[in-house]
C-alpha cells in the first residue's frame, strides 16, 4: 500500500496498531540482540541471528507501510498529513510531534491541536 494523507483523528486511532505491532518485533529484535551479546555461538548459528535481526526489521517496516504509515528509521514512523507528517518514535505515548517535510526528526514540534489538518 503506498503511503496515504491522514487526519490527526485517523492518525491518532491507528497509533494503537502501530505500537502493537511495533512492540511485538521490538520484543523479537530485543531477544534476538541479546542472544548474540550473552552467547558464544557458533559462526553460522551467529550469522542466522544476525540475519533474524534484518528480517525483523524488515518485516515491522512492511506491515507498517501497508497500513499507508510511512517508515522513517528503526521504529520511528510518519504519518503524511498533507503539508508535513505527524510523527512517533517508539517509546512516546502519544502522536505528539510534527515537522515538515525537509525538516526531518530535528525539526519536530509539538502538535497544535486546533489546526487539525
Not at 496515504?4 to 521490538?26: C, D, H, Y
Not at 542466522?48 to 504509515?69: D, F, K, N, P, T
Request: hydrophobic share 35%.
Amino acid at each position: 500500500m503506498k503511503p496515504r494523507i491522514w487526519t490527526l483523528s485517523e492518525a491518532r486511532q491507528a497509533l494503537p496498531e502501530v505500537k502493537r505491532i511495533t512492540e511485538e518485533a521490538r520484543t523479537q529484535f530485543e531477544q534476538t540482540e541479546q542472544r548474540l551479546r550473552d552467547e558464544i555461538l557458533p559462526e553460522n548459528v551467529q550469522e542466522e541471528q544476525e540475519a533474524r535481526l534484518q528480517e525483523i526489521m524488515a518485516s515491522w517496516a512492511l506491515s507498517i507501510m501497508e497500513m499507508g504509515v510511512e517508515v522513517k528509521g528503526p521504529w520511528l514512523v510518519d504519518f503524511d498529513h498533507g503539508t508535513g507528517y505527524y510523527c512517533w518514535h517508539y517509546g512516546e505515548e502519544e502522536l505528539s510531534f510534527e515537522h515538515g517535510y525537509q525538516e526531518g526528526f530535528a525539526g519536530r514540534r509539538p502538535i497544535e491541536e486546533d489546526t487539525e489538518i
